[in-house]
């Protein structure tokens, strides 16, 4: 598989998936979406869920994205924002 693992928008980086597919092309799958940085308590829980929901519409529409915390969980995270993640994508199915 060709991918480009780790994207992510603000305010971890400054690309999100749609500027990264713009750069990268049709061909690579872009894997990510999700700044780690969303999953601790320096931002609000509702940055999370507008991202979230940004990334899954997002995928919807690409179609060779892989929905993931870039660039890893971090150590301080909060197991309901990462619970919160996986359950908005699995209702998104």
């Not at 872009?30 to 929901?53: A, S, Y």
């Not at 179609?63 to 660039?71: F, K, L, Y």
Request: glycine share 8%; charged share 20%; hydrophobic share 45%.
């Amino acid at each position: 598989m060709d991918a480009v693992q780790g994207i992510s928008g603000l305010p971890q980086s400054n690309a999100d998936l749609a500027e990264a597919r713009t750069v990268a092309g049709l061909v690579l799958t872009l894997w990510g979406g999700i700044p780690q940085d969303l999953l601790i308590t320096t931002h609000e829980e509702t940055e999370l869920i507008n991202c979230v929901e940004e990334v899954i519409s997002h995928a919807k529409q690409d179609g060779r994205v892989i929905i993931g915390v870039a660039d890893r969980v971090p150590v301080e995270y909060e197991i309901f924002r990462l619970k919160t993640v996986a359950d908005m994508i699995a209702a998104a199915q």
